[in-house]
C-alpha cells in the first residue's frame, strides 16, 4: 500500500499545475488591497491572489475608480517582490474611456510605469469570445497577475455581432462569459491572476425582483468570491465635511461600496466608504483617520476635540509641556499627520493590522456607527446575491 506523501508526490508529477498538500498552507498567498483601508475594513483586508472580483454599479459610481485603486496597491505590492517574479497588468478597455491622466491623479495608478507595466488592450469589433481569449493567451504566458476588464457590458457575442439588429439577443454575455469563467477559473489560479470584471447595472425587465441587476448570468456571479456594488454618496467641502446633494460646486464625494458577497471572509462589514476629491484624487490620509477613530486609534470621546494615540504603545501622544495631545477639530487632524509623516506611516500601519484580525469582534462595521440598513439604502437583498 502506497504512503500519503507518494501518493502527492506522484499527483503532482503526473498532473502538471495541481496543488496536492497536507492541510493548507495560506502563509505564502499574497492579499489583495482594495487600496484603502476605509474600503478593506469590509474584506478584512484579506482578498486571495486568484479571485474573480466583480465591481457593479450605474454609470459614473466609481467603478473604474476602484479597480484603479486596485492597480495601484497591486503595483506597489509587486515592486516589493525580487525583479524575476514580478508581474504586470492587462486593462482591457472594452468602452475606449480609459485616461491615464484621471488614473494617476485619483489613485495614483502609473499606466506609464517601467517597473510594473501596464498593457493596454482596446478591442475594435472583436467578439466576446475573441476577446476572452486575447485574455486568456496573455495570462498563460505568466506574465500577467491582474486583469481589469472595463466592461462587461460593452461586450457582444458573437453570434450578437454575425445577425441583424431586428433579431432580439434573449442570453446576452451570459454563455460566452460562463464557458470564459469554466476554462479559465483553474488558469487563473495556477497562474495567481486576478481578474476583475466591471459591470453596469441594468434594468430588470423580468417584472419581478430587484428592478435593477447586472449583466453576465448566474454562472459569473457564483463564480466570484467577491463581488461589489458601487454608488457616489454625499458630496464633500474642501475640509471633508458632508454637503447636501444640491451643493453647488462641491470639492468631491464620498464612493460607498456594498459587500454584496465575499467566500473568504464574514459578512459582517457590508458598507465601505472612501473619500474622493475632484483634483487630488482619492484621500488615503482621511480614509486612514476615519478608520482610525473608527478604532480608538484616535480618542473622540470629547466631542470637538481628538487626542491622538501612539500606534505602537497605545498611550496618549503629549505634547512639549507633557500634556494629552489634542487636536481641536476634524479639519485639523489632516494637516498635523502632513506635518507628522511617520505618525501618519504608523498609524496607516496599525489601522490595517486591525482590520486584517479577523478574530476581532469589537471593531464597529461603518453601517452600524452610521445607523444604515444597506440592504434597503442600496436596494439589494444579500440572500440572493450571495447565491
Known amino acids: 500500500m502506497a504512503d500519503l506523501k507518494s501518493i502527492l508526490k506522484d499527483l503532482n508529477k503526473k498532473y502538471e499545475g495541481i496543488i496536492a498538500t497536507v492541510g493548507v498552507d495560506q502563509s ?56 524575476e517574479e514580478r508581474r504586470h497588468i492587462l486593462f482591457v478597455d472594452c468602452e475606449h474611456t480609459f485616461d491615464k491622466e484621471w488614473a494617476m491623479i485619483s489613485a495614483h495608478y502609473d499606466v506609464d510605469a517601467q517597473d510594473i507595466q501596464t498593457i493596454y488592450l482596446a478591442p475594435t469589433g472583436q467578439s466576446a469570445e475573441q476577446i476572452f481569449d486575447m485574455v486568456r493567451d496573455f495570462v498563460t504566458s505568466g506574465q500577467i497577475g491582474l486583469v481589469i476588464f472595463d466592461s462587461l457590458t460593452a461586450i457582444a457575442p458573437q453570434l450578437t455581432n454575425e445577425e441583424s439588429f431586428e433579431k432580439k439577443d434573449m442570453g446576452g454575455i451570459a454563455k460566452p462569459l460562463a464557458d470564459f469563467v469554466k476554462r479559465c477559473t483553474g488558469l487563473f489560479s495556477r497562474y495567481k491572476t486576478t481578474f476583475i470584471g466591471i459591470n453596469g447595472s441594468i434594468m430588470n425587465i423580468g417584472g419581478y425582483g430587484n428592478p435593477e441587476t447586472t449583466g453576465g448570468g448566474t454562472y459569473w456571479r457564483r463564480a466570484c468570491s467577491l463581488r461589489l456594488r458601487v454608488r457616489k454618496g454625499a458630496y464633500l467641502d474642501e475640509d471633508g465635511n458632508e454637503l447636501k446633494s444640491t451643493a453647488e460646486n462641491p470639492a468631491g464625494v464620498i464612493i460607498e461600496t456594498a459587500l454584496l458577497k465575499a ?85 496607516y500601519d496599525k489601522v490595517y493590522e486591525k482590520i486584517s484580525e479577523k478574530q476581532d469582534t469589537d471593531i464597529k462595521s461603518f453601517e452600524e456607527l452610521l445607523n444604515m440598513n444597506v440592504q434597503e439604502s442600496f436596494n439589494v437583498n444579500f440572500e440572493e446575491e450571495e447565491r
Open 28 to 83: 505564502k498567498k499574497t492579499r489583495f488591497s482594495l487600496g484603502s483601508p476605509s474600503l478593506d475594513i469590509c474584506t478584512y483586508n484579506s482578498i486571495p491572489e486568484g479571485s474573480w472580483i466583480e465591481l457593479s454599479g450605474g454609470e459614473g459610481s466609481g467603478k473604474t475608480l476602484l479597480s484603479f485603486l486596485m492597480a495601484a496597491d497591486y503595483s506597489k505590492k509587486e515592486k516589493e517582490k525580487p525583479e
Open 263 to 347: 467566500k473568504f471572509c464574514r459578512s459582517d462589514r457590508r458598507l465601505g466608504r472612501c473619500h474622493l476629491y475632484f483634483r487630488r484624487g482619492v484621500d488615503l490620509l482621511q480614509d486612514t483617520i476615519e478608520v482610525a477613530i473608527n478604532l480608538g486609534l484616535i480618542d473622540d470621546s470629547v466631542q470637538g476635540s481628538f487626542k491622538l494615540i501612539d500606534p505602537t504603545t497605545g498611550e496618549v501622544l503629549k505634547d512639549e509641556e507633557g500634556n494629552d495631545l489634542k487636536i481641536r477639530g476634524k479639519k485639523n487632524l489632516r494637516p498635523y499627520f502632513e506635518g507628522h509623516p511617520q505618525l501618519w506611516k504608523d498609524l
